[in-house]
């Protein structure tokens, strides 16, 4: 069992950065894969990024690929979306997902935050 919570979100310009951060607790952090979701106002919830429990393989959904990045510290159970080059549409509450298996199907992902808000202005 793994529990997350996310933190770092918040109002930003476009163009701007932020660093999202996710906490997990448990012993088996370094055994499961890590993800990155998002839902928009009236959306639904979306793939944003995915990494391996190493770290050595990472995944972007295609509007975020050159913008933000996905990492992970097995020794400090975090993960950690940087994010670049902001724009109004990436504003969504992010969430941080954990599964033993690594899809872009939210509902297929067993652990999940709580969710941190982030806004991008124009």
């Known amino acids: 069992q793994v529990q997350l919570v996310e933190s770092g979100g918040g109002l930003v310009q476009a163009g701007g950065s932020l660093r999202l951060s996710c906490a997990a607790s448990g012993r088996t952090f370094s055994s499961y894969a890590m993800a990155w979701f998002r839902q928009g106002p009236g959306r639904e919830r979306e793939f944003v990024a995915a990494?391996?429990?190493?770290?050595?393989?990472?995944y972007y959904t295609d509007s975020v690929k050159g913008r933000f990045t996905i990492s992970r510290d097995n020794a400090k159970n975090t993960m950690s979306l940087q994010m670049n080059s902001l724009k109004p549409e990436d504003t969504a509450v992010y969430y941080c997902a954990a599964d033993f298996f690594l899809r872009t199907d939210a509902r297929r992902w067993s652990h999940w935050g709580q969710g941190t808000q982030v806004t991008v202005s124009s």
């Open positions: 990494l391996d429990w190493s770290g050595g393989s990472t």
